[in-house]
């Protein structure tokens, strides 16, 4: 497993740097509730599958979630 794509997304600079296609193709599967994506799949994919599945209430919000939340609220 590649630890670093499945590491939760920490800071405003770094969620810039992901790519909006994928997250949003990642956010669409994960709202759905397609299964946990495997290492085949980019950090930005596994952003949006992991916030698709948090608003769909399929993953809990977790401690990473909310502290980003609050650093793009502070800029």
Known sequence: ????IRAPVST????ASLDEKEMLDGYRDGFDGDPEPGD????SYWHGWRNG???ARRIPIDGAMISLVKEVLRK
């Open 12 to 15: 405003v600079a770094e969620l």
């Open 1 to 4: 497993m590649n630890a670093d």
């Open 53 to 55: 599945a948090a608003d």
């Open 40 to 43: 085949n799949r980019s950090k």
